[in-house]
């Protein structure tokens, strides 16, 4: 039986910590190793006042010292080389983690997309490390990773799939098609939520970057609903007094202050309804609320199904573009540069070479981004999927 998560709780945030609790949790934030940060949160959490006002801040605390735990003993595996570990090197164009319950069929799709060695079983939780394929998409390859299967209530396990996903460019949610898949769908959400993944682009957001000199400087790309000065002292009370803001929408000085304490990780997701082959797949794909806006997919791992209506979904999803690159008077390369929608010819001369930028004249481009083929344009260029790009450098 599958158990949906409770809604995770939110994090208000408590404004009246004492001075010593404050001074602690900016050590935490200086502090650079997930060990050192783990001592430094240790402390912090003996000087927060246990009371009422301060349950969801102590459980933010004790849940993201379990998080650091995992995290150095994962270093740790890695640096000794002992053992299978969780971390998984990004390939390919992007890297794209499969999640869902046991048995939503993630290693059949694994080896059906990919043609990877993996071990499909009826018996639960039979993936016990990630699994890893490459999957072929026109001229590039989407590394995907089978994650271990969630299992409700199992924490230490979950914040390794969920360290797993956050690495990631983007996540395929797995649904059994012969189980509920509301509940199914439901339950991987809360999960990813309860472990600060979200898959929606949040309305507001801040991110509080500490910098060496300057005061407390704030680039506004939205609305900021309180002023300037009153972040400024809210910042400084937990001993930061220099820091670039940057506020993504509507935000107000609790939104600046959550930003202190959450670590929330946005990630693009779909959905595959697996094993539709058993069931009347439109109708189950009905049963899902309007609410739950991602692409979806019905599929069948064991009868197949179009793979490239997957590749240009997930291509799609990652908001990503291909960009040739030519040498003057040569022929394009016939391996593109993945870049991010909107990249443009800056990019372009970063992923070359650094000293293009420095160096750079003019460049040339082909396809649909420019009013004829050929087309001389600078660094700003605004670039679109297919273009070939040729750059001249100063003699």
């Known amino acids: 039986m599958l158990i949906p998560w409770k809604n995770f709780w939110v994090l208000h945030m408590v404004t009246n910590l004492p001075a010593e609790a404050k001074a602690k949790f900016a050590k935490y934030m200086e502090a650079k190793t997930p060990e050192e940060k783990l001592r430094a949160l240790e402390e912090f959490l003996s000087a927060v006042p246990k009371h009422k006002g301060t349950e969801n801040l102590v459980r933010w605390a004790r849940k993201r010292m379990a998080e650091l735990r995992e995290e150095a003993e994962e270093r740790q595996r890695r640096r000794s080389g002992g053992g299978i570990t969780f971390f998984v090197e990004k390939e390919g164009a992007a890297q794209v983690v499969l999640v869902g319950y046991t048995k939503s069929g993630k290693s059949a799709l694994l080896k059906y997309l990919t043609g990877a060695k993996v071990e499909i079983s009826e018996i639960p939780y039979t993936t016990k490390f990630p699994a890893v394929g490459m999957m072929p998409y026109k001229d590039i390859q989407f590394q995907l990773v089978e994650a271990p299967s969630i299992i409700p209530e199992g924490e230490g396990w979950n914040t390794k799939v969920a360290g797993l996903i956050k690495n990631s460019d983007g996540v395929v949610i797995v649904l059994d098609a012969t189980r509920d898949v509301e509940v199914q769908l439901s339950g991987v959400l809360n999960f990813l939520e309860s472990h600060g993944i979200v898959l929606e682009r949040p309305r507001g957001y801040v991110e509080v970057e500490r910098s060496h000199s300057g005061g407390i400087r704030i680039v506004n790309y939205g609305k900021l609903k ?37 670590r929330t990780v946005y990630k693009p997701a779909m959905v595959l309804i697996n094993k539709v082959d058993l069931v009347d797949g439109e109708s189950v794909k009905k ?15 064991v009868k197949g199904f179009d793979k490239t209506l997957l590749g240009g979904a997930l291509f799609s999803m990652l908001n990503i573009i291909r960009i040739y690159t030519k040498p003057p008077g040569g022929e394009p390369s016939p391996k593109p540069l993945v870049l991010k929608r909107g990249s443009t010819v800056l990019d372009v001369a970063k992923a070359i070479h650094k000293d293009f930028i420095r160096r ?13 083929p050929g087309q001389r344009v600078g660094l700003d260029h605004v670039l679109e999927d297919g273009d070939v790009v040729e750059i001249t450098l100063k003699k």
């Open 287 to 301: 049963i899902l609320p309007v609410k739950y806006s991602m692409p979806l997919l019905l599929v069948s791992a």
């Open 360 to 372: 750079f004249a003019y460049a040339k481009v082909w396809g649909s981004s420019v009013r004829y």
């Open 226 to 262: 309180c002023t300037e000065e009153d972040v400024a002292r809210l910042l400084n009370s937990y001993r930061i007094y220099n820091a670039i803001v940057k506020v993504y929408g509507e935000v107000d000085l609790d939104g600046v202050e959550r930003a202190l304490f959450e």
